[in-house]
């Protein structure tokens, strides 16, 4: 074994390690962010092993290492897992919108691997100039896209997860120069003897993400989420005296056709998702997109909250935005500050924020962080 060939091995075993220590972490808060880290984890140990094989048993030329397309798939999880750290929801369709060209590359691959055609053919080389040209494309739109929205969102983001998300869109920024290099120099084919020190590079640089991603599910604390209990207590946020237009919601709602078991149905959906989904964690949610994914009528979900939980829309999401708050207090106390506590829990802004904590609580968050010490 040559000293790449050693290189990818210890990835191997890094990137089991992480996994491994990944998935025994609790994980009750932000199910979709832990999700995509997980798929991450194992496209990573999919890539190394791939690469290993290749390398021991393919080494003539590095056709079957080169051609495969997994750098397209990097900048999209890097943005994937940033958003999924702010808001804590997946769309499907946006997912299969940026892996796209990953899995139009991987068809062309594997059809030209069936086909067992020669890697110095003519539609072989255009292939990897295409593929060696979309990559340092991917990197930087992507690190780009991220940096824009780290900037925007500085407050939201844990500070251990900052740093995880700088080093890494640093390295693709990096990985990027070095794919135009072999693009420019034509270089992208055979595998020349002596040490590939761009091998060595791309793989060190994996290894030192590998690393930053351990150090951060290291210091990952879970926040229990579910019934808003602090030290045996349940956190009343519940208005003391409901206003007369929800004792009236009953009759208001008397011709709208939905019988008393659709409003129980849609309730449960609605508590189901919420619990599953963390939907509240996005400043920018709104009605229209909750009733969207429950897949039913804005003016029936309205009904819902009316009826069954005695509250508006914003009444409704702002509470479960001010139980995390109360969480995020007590859990943290001083390590975290007010401003961070407003965002992470979904609010859009600090006044925001400390408006709805004292219309809901009848106390300052700053009150509230005080009594907590």
């Known amino acids: 074994m040559n000293i790449l060939q050693i290189l990818v091995a210890v990835d191997i075993l890094v990137v089991l390690m992480v996994l491994a220590f990944h998935l025994k972490k609790p994980h009750q808060y932000q199910r979709s ?27 003539e030329g590095g056709w079957v290492e080169n051609s495969a397309p997994f750098g397209l798939m990097y900048g999209p999880f890097l943005y994937v897992l940033l958003k999924t750290r702010l808001t804590d929801r997946i769309v499907p369709r946006q997912v299969v919108m940026h892996a796209l060209p990953y899995l139009v590359f991987l068809v062309l691959q594997l ?18 100039k295409i593929l060696y ?88 604390k879970p926040i229990i989420i579910g019934n808003s209990v602090v030290e045996g207590q349940k956190i009343d946020v519940t208005p ?22 659709d409003l129980m149905t849609y309730e449960k959906d609605l508590d189901k998702l919420m619990e599953n989904e963390k939907l509240w964690l996005d400043p920018d949610l709104n009605l229209d997109f909750l009733a969207d994914c429950l897949k039913v009528p804005s003016h029936h979900l309205t009904q819902v909250l009316s009826v069954r939980k005695n509250k508006n829309f914003n009444e409704y999401i702002n509470t479960m935005r001010v139980e995390h708050a109360c969480h995020l207090i007590h859990h943290k106390g001083d390590e975290i500050s007010l401003t961070e506590v407003a965002y992470q829990s979904g609010f859009n802004s600090r006044s925001t924020f400390y408006r709805w904590f004292k219309k809901l609580l009848k106390k300052t968050p700053a009150n509230y962080q005080a009594e907590q010490r």
């Not at 059809?111 to 990897?128: D, G, K, N, S, V």
Request: proline share 4%; hydrophobic share 50%; with cysteine.
């Open 133 to 220: 040209s979309l990559i340092p494309v991917s990197f930087i739109g992507y690190g780009l896209i991220s940096s824009r929205i780290i900037h925007k969102s500085q407050y939201r983001i844990n500070p251990r997860f900052y740093i995880v998300l700088i080093c890494n869109i640093l390295m693709l920024f990096i990985l990027s120069l070095f794919f135009i290099n072999i693009i420019l120099k034509d270089s992208i084919f055979l595998q020349k003897p002596g040490v590939d020190v761009g091998g060595l590079m791309i793989y060190t640089f994996f290894l030192l993400s590998l690393l930053s991603i351990f150090l951060f599910i290291c210091n990952r």
């Open 33 to 59: 962010f832990y999700q995509v880290l997980t798929s991450f984890l194992v496209f990573l140990l999919f890539h190394f092993v791939y690469v290993f094989v290749s390398k021991i048993w393919f080494p």
């Open 111 to 128: 059809t030209f691997l069936i086909i067992q055609l020669e890697y110095r053919t003519p539609i072989a080389r255009i292939y990897m």
């Open 240 to 261: 003391s005296n409901p206003s007369q237009e929800y004792l009236e919601s009953d009759s208001q709602y008397k011709k709208s056709g939905l019988t008393e078991s």
